[in-house]
C-alpha cells in the first residue's frame, strides 16, 4: 500500500456537470476516499482526458485510479490503461439516467452521485493490479485442427495476417469432406448455380505458404498447458510424435453423416437409396454427364426426402433419431436437384419436405432452381408443386 498513489477523475460531460455538483464530488474523493490525486474534466473520455490522465500515470506514479462518469461497459477503449488498477463509478447511467430531471430530485441524485464515488474509491483501495500467470508464455503460433475447407481457409487466412500456423490433419492429403464433393452449394454472387469447390486453388495457396507448417496422416495425441502456451503432441501414422507449442487452438475437425441403415422405412440399406454424401460420389464419376444409379441404369426420376434421422421429438420415440436440424440438406438438397436437371432437363426433381431452410443467400439460390424446374419440358404437376411452395 506504501507505494500505491491512487488518484480520481471526474467527468462533466454528457450532462453530468449541469445536474451533479462536480467539486462536491471532487471533495468527497479527496476527503472521504483519501485520493491523492483528484481532477475533473469536461470529457473526460477525449483526447484531451484521457491524455490527463495517461500523463498522471507516467509523471505522478499513479497506480490506482478512479474514473467517476459512465458505466463500465462503456467508452472501454477509451479508459484502456493497463498498467494500473482501476474502478469506474458510474454517474451517468447509474444516477443521471436513474432519477428524474428537475429541481424536485436535485438532492436525491447528489446524494447517489456522492455514494456511487465513495463506493468506487473504497473499491479501488482493494484492488490489486492482475500480477498475470508467472508461467505465461507469449506464443503467437495457431494450431488448426482439420484440413478441410473451414481449416485450411482458417490457416492460410492466419498465415496471412502474419501468424505463423500449424494444420494438422488426419488424413494423407488435404480436402476433408470438400474433396467429396462435386460442387458445392453457390458462395458468392450470383448465387444461381451450384459452383466449383475451390478445393484445388486453396490448398494449393495453403501447402507453398511459408508461414504454414502442415502435418498429414496425423492426429493430435494430447494437449496441455493453456492459452498463450498451449503444449501440443502430434502423433503421425508412422509412430513419430512432434511436439508443437501454440498459443490458440482452432477446431475445425469437420462432420460425421447420419448412417443411412438407420432409417429402414425410408429405404436405407437398398441399392439406389443413398444419402448426399452417396450421390456426390456419384455425381464425381458422372463428372458433369448424367448420374446414373450405383448399378449403372439411367436415372429418370429422384425423390429427395428431408429431414431423415433429424428433428426427432425425443419424448415419443425414446430418442431414436437426432432431435436437431444439420443445417445443410435443404441447400445440399436444391444443389443435387441441379445437378440432375443440368445434366438432363428431362429428369424429374422433387423435394419433400417439412420446412426448406435457405437462409441468407440461399433464397436466390432456391428461386434459380425453382426456374429450372418450371421451364423444364417434362416437370410434373406434383414436382411443380413441391417446388413452388417451398419457400412458403
Not at 410434373?380 to 413441391?386: F, R
Request: charged share 25%; aromatic share 6%.
Amino acid at each position: 500500500m506504501a507505494d500505491n498513489k491512487f488518484a480520481a477523475y471526474v467527468c462533466s460531460g454528457c450532462g453530468l456537470g449541469e445536474q451533479l455538483d462536480i467539486k462536491t464530488l471532487e471533495k468527497i474523493a479527496l476527503k472521504e476516499g483519501k485520493m491523492k490525486v483528484v481532477k475533473s474534466h469536461d470529457f473526460l473520455c477525449s483526447t484531451a482526458g484521457v491524455q490527463m490522465i495517461c500523463d498522471d500515470i507516467a509523471n505522478e506514479a499513479v497506480t490506482h485510479i478512479c474514473i467517476a462518469a459512465c458505466s463500465r461497459r462503456a467508452k472501454t477503449e477509451a479508459f484502456h490503461f493497463p498498467t494500473v488498477a482501476m474502478s469506474r463509478a458510474n454517474l451517468r447511467e447509474g444516477v443521471l439516467w436513474v432519477v428524474a430531471a428537475g429541481e424536485a430530485h436535485d438532492e436525491v441524485r447528489q446524494e447517489m452521485a456522492d455514494d456511487y464515488l465513495r463506493m468506487g474509491c473504497a473499491e479501488l483501495k482493494k484492488m490489486k493490479l492482475p500480477a498475470g500467470n508467472p508461467n505465461k508464455a507469449e506464443s503467437k503460433r495457431i494450431l488448426v485442427v482439420g484440413g478441410g475447407m473451414s481449416g485450411m481457409t482458417a490457416a492460410f487466412e492466419a498465415a496471412e495476417a502474419g501468424y505463423e500456423t500449424v494444420l494438422v490433419e488426419k488424413q494423407g492429403q488435404l480436402g476433408g469432406w470438400a474433396a467429396k464433393l462435386w460442387q458445392r452449394t453457390p458462395f458468392k454472387a450470383p448465387h444461381a448455380e451450384p459452383q466449383d469447390t475451390g478445393l484445388a486453388e486453396l490448398a494449393a495457396q495453403v501447402s507453398v505458404h511459408p508461414l504454414i507448417t502442415i502435418h498429414l496422416n496425423s492426429s493430435i495425441a494430447e494437449t496441455a498447458g493453456a492459452p498463450g502456451r498451449f503444449t501440443v503432441k502430434v502423433a503421425q501414422e508412422s509412430g513419430a510424435v512432434t511436439e508443437e507449442t501454440v498459443g490458440a487452438i482452432v477446431q475445425a475437425t469437420g462432420f460425421t453423416t447420419y448412417d443411412i441403415a438407420r432409417l429402414p422405412e425410408l429405404g436405407g440399406g437398398q441399392p439406389n437409396v443413398v444419402d448426399q454424401a452417396g450421390l456426390e460420389a456419384l455425381a464425381i464419376a458422372a463428372n458433369g454427364a448424367v448420374i446414373r444409379r450405383a448399378d449403372g441404369k439411367d436415372v429418370k426420376s429422384v425423390i429427395f426426402l428431408q429431414c431423415a434421422g433429424q428433428r426427432d421429438d425425443l419424448k415419443e420415440n425414446g430418442g431414436k433419431h437426432l432431435p436437431y436440424c444439420s443445417g445443410h440438406c435443404c441447400a445440399t438438397s436444391i444443389k443435387q436437384a441441379m445437378y440432375f436437371k443440368k445434366a438432363s432437363p428431362d429428369i424429374d426433381t422433387v423435394v419433400m419436405y417439412d420446412d426448406l431452410r435457405v437462409p441468407g443467400m440461399g433464397e436466390d439460390f432456391y428461386r434459380s432452381a425453382q426456374e429450372r424446374a418450371w421451364s423444364s419440358p417434362r416437370v410434373k404437376p406434383s414436382a411443380s408443386k413441391a417446388m413452388a411452395t417451398a419457400a412458403r
